[in-house]
């Protein structure tokens, strides 16, 4: 069973694998707030991007939780790095829900405004920031799902989350099933 469902003519799917290496349009980067690279998907696109990412993330100079901004994407197959910062954790009780919620709503907004029609994210947050990968997955499908229902059919034409292990593919396959089931 593929992990891919349609939803209003945009191709919602799932790949299990490296980030820096998928063809696509735009990557979404788990950032952090100083744009300046680190750990992670963060610190695997800084580097397979090379400095050219840095160089302007250094202009840019600071990104707050739940925004989102676009760069050059250097030596990546793809055309720009929305860099995109994910909550941290704190057991639910802090706005992470939102502020994830929010880094989705405006990386696809921006995608959008950039005419980028194939996104690739990663589970954003679900690394050292400590994000439960059910939720992050739930929070992080629904928001695409609220996207492309409040926006006109066909703004994207594929959105693919790119996870980096079976577990997080088997979790946000399970989530994408249960909220676009087939037709």
């Known amino acids: 069973m593929l992990g891919i469902r349609h939803y209003r003519s945009t191709a919602i799917d799932l790949y299990q694998g490296d980030i820096t290496r998928f063809v696509c349009d735009g990557i979404v980067n788990a950032a952090n707030e100083s744009l300046l690279g680190g750990g992670g998907v963060d610190g695997a696109i800084h580097r397979a991007g090379g ?44 706005g992470e829900d939102d502020l994830l919620r929010s880094c989705l709503l405006e990386s696809l907004a921006l995608g959008v405004t950039l005419k980028l029609p194939h996104l690739a994210i990663p589970a954003i947050s679900t690394g050292v920031y400590g994000y439960p990968l059910d939720k992050a997955a739930k929070t992080s499908l629904q928001a695409v799902q609220d996207f492309l229902k409040n926006h006109p059919e066909g703004c994207l034409r594929r959105v693919t989350f790119v996870l980096f292990d079976g577990p997080a593919y088997q979790t946000f396959q ?6 676009f089931p087939e037709d």
Do not use: M, N, Q, Y
């Open 51 to 94: 400095s050219s990412i840095l160089e302007e993330c250094r202009r840019i100079g600071h990104c707050p939780t739940g925004k989102a901004i676009a760069t050059t994407a250097g030596s990546l197959p793809a055309k720009k790095v929305i860099h995109t910062v994910g909550p941290v954790w704190k057991g639910g009780t802090s």
């Open 174 to 179: 399970d989530t994408l099933f249960s909220l």
